[in-house]
C-alpha cells in the first residue's frame, strides 16, 4: 500500500532527521537513478565516505543501499531493519514497508558514520518519507513527466510542485533545465518561497550529434568534456544535473575536483538501465548479449525508442523484445513508442516483489491484447507467462541471427 506522508517515519528515524550526515536529495520521473549513480561515484573516487539510497531495489532489497559504492553487507541490512521493525512495532508507529526501508537506510548511514549520502525520492516529493531530510545540501530535480497521477496531480506543473517539496531554504536547487517552461517556472516559484540560496535550470553547452560526447561548465570545475557516461540521449542533461551538484558540494568538500569528476563519470555504472548484458549462458555454444532498461513510462520508453532505433535497428534489423510491465503504467502508449512491425515479441509476467507488495505485475493476457490492437499481426505476440527467464531465451530464439533482442518493461 502506499501512503504518504511524514509523520510515522519522522518517529521512526532518529532526531526527526537531523542526521549526522550530508545529503544531496534527488526527485524527478526519469534519470534520478543516474543522477545518483553519478554522484556517488564520484564522491568514491574523491574519497569522500559515502552512501546512497535509491528504489525500488534490483535483485535482493538490501541492493538499494549501497557505502562507498559497494552494496550494504545483508547481515547489516538485517539488523538494522529488525530495529527499526522493533520500534515501529513497540510505539506502534504503522509505518509502510517504503518508511522501514527509508529509516533502515538512514540509519545505516548515520552507524557508518558516513559524510554524504545520495537519496533518491521514492514517489513525488513533498510527501516522500525521504522528504524527512532537514535540509539537504542541495535538492536537484531531474526531468518531470506524468507518473502516479492518482497520487501527484494530473499535469506536469502539479507533479512539479509535488517534486519541487524536496527544495528547502538554505540549500541549493539545481534542475534539469529541459524541463518544460511550465515546470521550471513552478519550480522556481517554490524556490523563491522557500528562499534557497540559489536555483539554477542547468543543461550541457554542448552536445555531439550522437550524444557521445558533452561539455558541462560549473564554477567550481571550470568547462569539462566528457565522453564516456552512461548509455541514452538524455544522459548528457543527467550528467549536467549530477556535475552542478558536486560543484557546490565541492566548496565543502575541496577533495572533489575536475579530475575526480572526470574520473567518478568514467567508472559510473547502472545496472538495469540502458545496459548490455551477456546472455550466452542461455544458448549455450552462441554468444548473445541483450539491452536490458527498466523504461516504465512514456517519457523512459521514448528514450529507449530512440537508442534502439539509433544503435540496433541499423542495417534493416528487427528487434525480439520481452517485456513486464506493472499494474498502472499505460501499456498500450509504451508499446506504441518500442514497437515496430516486423518485430517479435513476448510477454512475461513476474511474480511478487520482495519488500514491495503494492507492486503487482500486469497480466500477459492483457499485455497481448495491447500488442494486437496497436500493430494487429505485424508484431509476432507470443505469451510466455510467468517464465521470464524462459521469456529471455525465447526472445534470444526469435531473434536469431538477423535480430536484436531487448529485455524492458518493469524490472
Known amino acids: 500500500m502506499i501512503d504518504l506522508g511524514l509523520k510515522r517515519i519522522a518517529r521512526l528515524v532518529r532526531d526527526q532527521g537531523k542526521f549526522p550526515w550530508r545529503a544531496i536529495h534527488v526527485a524527478g520521473t526519469n534519470g534520478k537513478g543516474s543522477v ?38 545483508e547481515d547489516l541490512f538485517l539488523a538494522t531493519e529488525a530495529a ?67 497520487f501527484l496531480g494530473s499535469s506536469v506543473e502539479e507533479i512539479a510542485k509535488e517534486k519541487g517539496g524536496i527544495i528547502k531554504g538554505g540549500s541549493m536547487c539545481i534542475v534539469d533545465g529541459m524541463n518544460e517552461e511550465g515546470v521550471l517556472s513552478v519550480l522556481g516559484k517554490i524556490a523563491e518561497e522557500v528562499g534557497v540560496e540559489s536555483f539554477h535550470a542547468v543543461r550541457p553547452e554542448m552536445v555531439d550529434g550522437d550524444g557521445g560526447v558533452c561539455e558541462i561548465t560549473t564554477e567550481a570545475f571550470g568547462r569539462l568534456r566528457f565522453d564516456r557516461f552512461l548509455s541514452g540521449n538524455y544522459q548528457p542533461a543527467n550528467l549536467s544535473c549530477a556535475v ?28 538495469g538501465r540502458m545496459e548490455t548484458v551477456d546472455v550466452s549462458c542461455l544458448l549455450p555454444g552462441k554468444e548473445r548479449r541483450v539491452l536490458l532498461d527498466g523504461a ?33 503504467k499505460d501499456v498500450k502508449e509504451m508499446l506504441r513508442i518500442l514497437l515496430r512491425p516486423g518485430d517479435k515479441f513476448v510477454a512475461v509476467e513476474f511474480g511478487p516483489v520482495d519488500g514491495m507488495p503494492w507492486v ?3 497480466g500477459t493476457e492483457e499485455i497481448i491484447g495491447a500488442v494486437r490492437e496497436v500493430f494487429g499481426e ?16 525465447l526472445a534470444l530464439e526469435l531473434a536469431g541471427e538477423k535480430g536484436r533482442t531487448v529485455v524492458a518493461g518493469s524490472l
Open 378 to 393: 505485424e508484431v509476432g505476440a507470443v505469451d510466455g507467462g510467468s517464465d521470464v527467464l524462459g521469456g529471455v531465451k
Open 244 to 271: 552542478h551538484a558536486l560543484s557546490y558540494l565541492s566548496r565543502e568538500f575541496p577533495s572533489i575536483t575536475a579530475s575526480t569528476v572526470l574520473a567518478g563519470v568514467r567508472n559510473t555504472s547502472w545496472p
Open 360 to 362: 503487482v505485475a500486469t
Open 36 to 73: 545518483c549513480a553519478y554522484i556517488s561515484s564520484c564522491l568514491k573516487t574523491s574519497g569522500i565516505a559515502s552512501a546512497r539510497f535509491t528504489s525500488p531495489h534490483l535483485v535482493d532489497r538490501w541492493d538499494c543501499i549501497t557505502l562507498n559504492g559497494a552494496v550494504v553487507s
Open 84 to 150: 527499526i521493525k522493533q520500534k515501529d512495532a513497540e510505539e506502534s508507529i504503522g509505518a509502510s514497508e517504503f518508511e522501514i526501508l527509508t529509516a533502515t537506510a538512514f540509519e545505516i548511514f548515520s552507524r557508518e558514520r558516513v559524510d554524504v549520502a545520495v537519496v533518491e525520492v521514492g514517489i513525488g516529493g513533498r510527501l516522500d518519507a525521504t522528504n524527512i531530510i532537514e535540509p539537504p545540501v542541495a535538492a536537484v530535480i531531474t526531468k518531470i513527466g506524468l507518473e502516479h497521477q492518482g
Open 296 to 328: 516504465h513510462n512514456t517519457q523512459a520508453a521514448l528514450a529507449l525508442s530512440d537508442y534502439v532505433t539509433r544503435k540496433l535497428r541499423t542495417g534493416g534489423k528487427f528487434v525480439s523484445w520481452t517485456i513486464a510491465v506493472s499494474k498502472g
